[in-house]
């Protein structure tokens, strides 16, 4: 039993020092924050921009890391976030919504109208309907501007295409996330196919940094794809000693060939990239 009231006193000062400068990390600092979390297989990231605007993209394949990893990246009081982006409804995208969507209010949702039958995805559509959340359908021709020097610029797929590609993989949402000193590039789990209807449209592939597609897959990252992006840094999100090999050793050579340096979350856990 501690009885000393100076001792308590000094362990519950240090207490308040320690989790108020946590805290004070987590505050907007006028600069993005892109976390690409370590959460296995699958992909989940945290964007908050310069205002202190939360976007979510994609939900990891199980809700414990990807829970964990958004209250280490989040301020303890904050309940809400800004955005969640659904690149497409597989479940190592997916899993952690319906929990994310109990624990925080969110504001809207991005995704596209591709169908799956999925429990998972069909317990997040049902919470979406039930808490009246907005749902924005990705649109190249409609980007998202956050009025604080960041604009979500949505480069593919076109909504008529929903329904229409020989896998649900090829209905990921690309995006960039545009700022004056640098743009990240997501772009899911989009393969060849994707990859050449991306760019037979004429859309600016530019950025700084590319989430490598599909983990790291060779059915991805087309050295044409990647030298129109021409990123100075590639992530990849993968889990340890995963069954599907990812990332691919084809994909890993290409890069190094095209000497661009690339980071895994398998190795390094959470990546943070900073503008
Ligand atoms: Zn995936």
């Known amino acids: 039993m501690l009885r000393n009231p100076i001792i308590i006193f000094m362990i519950v000062l240090a207490a308040g020092i320690f989790f108020s400068s946590r805290e004070l990390q987590r505050l907007p600092d006028g600069k993005l924050h892109v976390y690409f979390l370590d959460v296995g297989q699958g992909d989940g990231a945290l964007i908050v921009t ?19 990893e ?14 969640l982006v659904l690149s497409h409804p ?7 919504f319906p929990d994310i969507l109990r624990r925080y209010r969110v504001g809207r949702i991005l995704m596209t109208g591709e169908q799956a039958a ?3 995805y069909q317990e997040f559509l049902g919470l979406i309907r039930e808490q009246r959340i907005p749902i924005l359908l990705a649109d190249p021709d409609k980007d998202i501007d956050f009025g604080d020097g960041v604009t979500l610029d949505i480069v593919w797929p076109q909504p008529d295409l929903f329904g229409k590609t020989s ?19 997501f772009s899911g789990d989009a393969e060849k196919e994707e990859e050449i209807a991306a760019l037979a449209s004429g859309a ?5 940094v590319l989430k490598v597609a599909h983990h790291g897959s060779k059915t991805s990252s087309e050295t044409g794809f990647l ?11 993968a889990g340890k000693k995963n069954k599907f090999g990812h990332p691919n050793a084809v994909i890993l050579d290409r890069f190094e ?16 990239v900073r503008y």
């Open 90 to 96: 597989h479940l190592d995208h997916l899993f952690a």
């Open 70 to 83: 958004l209250s280490n990246h989040l301020p303890f009081f904050d309940r809400s976030i800004d955005m």
């Open 227 to 237: 030298l129109a992006v021409r990123p100075s840094l590639g992530i990849i999100s």
């Open 50 to 68: 310069p205002s202190g605007k939360q976007i979510v993209i994609d939900g990891g394949p199980a809700e414990g890391a990807m829970l964990s």
């Open 167 to 185: 896998d649900g993989n090829n209905t990921s949402v690309m995006l960039r996330i545009l700022t004056g000193s640098g743009i990240v590039f």
């Open 204 to 208: 600016d592939m530019r950025a700084t």
């Open 257 to 272: 060939a095209l000497g661009v340096p690339l980071k895994v979350t398998s190795v390094e856990g959470m990546i943070e």
């Open 118 to 120: 999925l429990p998972r």
